[in-house]
């Protein structure tokens, strides 16, 4: 088995393919699509429609030079004419493997997908990095700043508020009527 059908098998070991034309579509439609792969002898048909889900995703496209029958065994399966990888270091991975064997068809999609792995490996560290930061924050106690002290007041003494007639009573004016 070449190294390229070895990925494909890990992803699905991972849960990072779908495989047949109803959950690519879904994942298409979902934004979760990496890399829509199809069989060498994979139908017109199959070609147009992946196409379709490929561009209201804005993936790639790309008719790998394994059968119907080569691409099943790798997912499990008796045949696969179309599937999608969701993960955008196995889709790289994967295409780059492919242009090692054909770089003149497949190198832009490879260079293409590993510079998104790339950005998707960074916003995954800073994503790690804030949650830690926040972890870090919720281990610490939060107290109140200590309000400095007015100048020429003596800290930590409270004003004394006077009640004199008319204040603190019901009526107002200190005066009780009966």
Known sequence: MDNALRLIGLARKGGRV???EEPVAAAARAHKARLVVLASDAADNTLRRASHFALS??????????TKGELGLSVGRS????????DYGLAAAFAQKLAEADGEQYGATAADLEEKAQRALQRQKEQRRHEKKLER?????WAAPARPAAPGKAAGRKK???KGP??????GGGRHVT
Request: proline share 9%; hydrophobic share 40%.
């Open 18 to 20: 779908e495989v047949g």
């Open 57 to 66: 995703a804005g993936v790639p496209v790309l008719q790998s030079p394994y």
């Open 79 to 86: 045949s696969c004419a179309m599937l999608a990888l969701t």
């Open 137 to 141: 924050a919720a281990a610490k106690p």
């Open 160 to 162: 004394q508020v006077r």
């Open 166 to 171: 008319g204040k603190g009573t019901k009526r």
